[in-house]
C-alpha cells in the first residue's frame, strides 16, 4: 500500500515537474497518510555524486525500512520551495516524518549510519511544554531529576515551525538517553516568557543539575546545539533556575507594584502642590 503511493508522490515531483504551490501540499498529504515516511532531499542526476549515492543506499534498503519500520521512501527533485519550507539547506538531505513530525538526519551518508538514525527516530520526541507542564516535566528548579534539558523558547514568526521541529527532532535522536529536548512557544506561555525573562526569540537554554546556561548562536543547527550540550555549555556562564512563582508570591507582587505606582503619584502630588504655592 505504501510502495505503490511512494511511487506516485516520487514521479510527481520528478525533476522535469514544473515547481507550484502544490508540491509542497501533495508532500504534506502523502506523509500524512502514513506513520513513516523518509524524504531525501536530492537534485538532478549527474549532478551531485553524493545525492547519488544517497539514493542508492535507501534503494538499497527500501525493503528493509518497509519490512522492519513500516517507512515508504520518498525522493524530492529540486524542490526550493519544499526547501525552504522545511529548512533545507544543502543536498543530499534526509528527512523522516513520523506521524506527520518531521526529523532532520545529521552525520555521515552511509548505510550504518542512516540505519541505526532511523532505528533510534521512529517516534517523535520532543516536548512541547507551557506553563502549566514545564516544572512538572523538568524539575528544573529543583536539581532537574528528571535530566538535562535543552529548551528553546519561541514564536512562529521567529522560527519556521517545521524546520524548527525538524531540527530539533533530529537533535533529540543523537541525545537520547542524555539529555531532553523541548519548546516552549512564549506567546501561549507568558509565564515562562517572564520567569526566564526572554527578550530575544528564539532563546535557548540547557538546565542541568538545577543550573541552566544560555545558547548564545541565533541559528537553530543540529551539530552546533550538540555540542553545546555535550560540553561548550562549561564555557558559559551558570545561572541558577528562577523558581517558579506561587500564586502568593503574584499576589505580593502586584501588591508592591500597587503600592510602588500610589507612592509615586503620592509624591508627584506633593510636589505640584508645593510648586503651586
Same mark, same amino acid.
Not at 13 to 24: N, P
Not at 28 to 55: G, P, W
Not at 215 to 219: A, G, R
Given at each position: 500500500?505504501? %510502495?505503490?503511493?511512494? $511511487? #506516485?508522490?516520487?514521479?510527481?515531483?520528478?525533476?522535469?515537474? !514544473?515547481?507550484?504551490?502544490?508540491?509542497?501540499?501533495?508532500?504534506?498529504?502523502?506523509?500524512?497518510?502514513?506513520?513513516?515516511?523518509?524524504?531525501?532531499? #536530492?537534485?538532478?542526476?549527474?549532478?551531485?555524486?553524493?545525492?547519488?549515492?544517497?539514493?542508492?543506499? *535507501? %534503494?538499497?534498503?527500501?525493503?528493509?525500512?518497509?519490512?522492519?519500520? =513500516? $517507512?515508504?521512501?520518498?525522493?524530492?527533485?529540486?524542490?526550493?520551495? $519544499?526547501?525552504?519550507?522545511?529548512?533545507?539547506?544543502?543536498? /543530499?538531505?534526509?528527512?523522516?516524518?513520523?506521524?506527520?513530525?518531521? &526529523?532532520?538526519?545529521?552525520?555521515?551518508?552511509? /548505510?550504518?549510519?542512516?540505519?541505526?538514525?532511523?532505528?533510534?527516530? *521512529?517516534?517523535?520526541?520532543?516536548?512541547? *511544554?507551557?506553563?502549566?507542564?514545564?516544572?512538572?516535566?523538568?524539575?528544573?528548579? #529543583?536539581?532537574?531529576?528528571?535530566?538535562?534539558?535543552?529548551? !528553546?523558547?519561541?514564536?512562529?514568526?521567529?522560527?519556521?515551525?517545521?524546520? &524548527?521541529?525538524?531540527?530539533?527532532? =533530529?537533535?533529540?535522536?543523537?541525545?537520547?538517553? #542524555?539529555? %531532553?529536548? &523541548?519548546?516552549?512557544?512564549?506567546?501561549?506561555?507568558?509565564?515562562?516568557?517572564?520567569?526566564?525573562?526572554?527578550?530575544?526569540?528564539?532563546? $535557548?537554554?540547557?538546565?542541568? *543539575?538545577?543550573?541552566?546556561y544560555k545558547?548564545?548562536?541565533?541559528?537553530l543547527e543540529?551539530?552546533?546545539?550538540?555540542?553545546?550540550?555535550?560540553?561548550?555549555?562549561?564555557?558559559?556562564?551558570?545561572?541558577?533556575? /528562577?523558581?517558579?512563582?506561587?500564586?502568593?508570591?503574584?499576589?505580593?507582587?502586584?501588591?508592591?507594584?500597587?503600592?510602588?505606582?500610589?507612592?509615586?503619584?503620592?509624591?508627584?502630588?506633593? %510636589?505640584?502642590?508645593?510648586? =503651586?504655592?
Open positions: 500500500m505504501i %510502495n505503490s503511493a511512494v $511511487v #506516485t508522490l516520487t514521479a510527481l515531483l520528478a525533476a522535469q515537474w !514544473v515547481l507550484a504551490d502544490s508540491d509542497l501540499q501533495k508532500l504534506l498529504i502523502t506523509v500524512a497518510k502514513h506513520d513513516r515516511v523518509i524524504v531525501i532531499f #536530492t537534485q538532478e542526476c549527474c549532478t551531485c555524486a553524493e545525492c547519488v549515492e544517497v539514493e542508492q543506499i *535507501l %534503494n538499497a534498503k527500501q525493503e528493509e525500512l518497509s519490512d522492519y519500520y =513500516g $517507512v515508504g521512501v520518498v525522493k524530492v527533485v529540486s524542490k526550493p520551495m $519544499v526547501e525552504e519550507h522545511y529548512g533545507i539547506t544543502s543536498r /543530499p538531505a534526509i528527512l523522516f516524518f513520523r506521524q506527520s513530525v518531521p &526529523a532532520l538526519f545529521e552525520g555521515h551518508h552511509d /548505510p550504518d549510519s542512516i540505519m541505526e538514525w532511523i532505528g533510534q527516530s *521512529l517516534d517523535p520526541a520532543v516536548k512541547a *511544554l507551557d506553563d502549566e507542564s514545564f516544572e512538572h516535566l523538568t524539575q528544573a528548579a #529543583t536539581g532537574a531529576t528528571t535530566g538535562n534539558w535543552l529548551v !528553546v523558547f519561541h514564536t512562529d514568526k521567529c522560527v519556521k515551525p517545521d524546520a &524548527a521541529t525538524g531540527v530539533l527532532e =533530529g537533535l533529540s535522536s543523537r541525545v537520547k538517553g #542524555t539529555t %531532553n529536548v &523541548a519548546k516552549v512557544d512564549i506567546d501561549r506561555s507568558p509565564g515562562l516568557a517572564e520567569r526566564f525573562a526572554i527578550k530575544e526569540c528564539p532563546t $535557548v537554554f540547557f538546565f542541568r *543539575l538545577g543550573k541552566m545558547y548564545n548562536l541565533k541559528k543540529i551539530k552546533s546545539l550538540r555540542n553545546f550540550v555535550d560540553g561548550l555549555y562549561k564555557n558559559m556562564k551558570a545561572h541558577p533556575v /528562577p523558581v517558579p512563582q506561587t500564586p502568593f508570591d503574584k499576589m505580593v507582587e502586584r501588591i508592591a507594584d500597587f503600592l510602588k505606582v500610589s507612592l509615586a503619584e503620592f509624591h508627584l502630588g506633593k %510636589n505640584e502642590r508645593n510648586t =503651586g504655592l
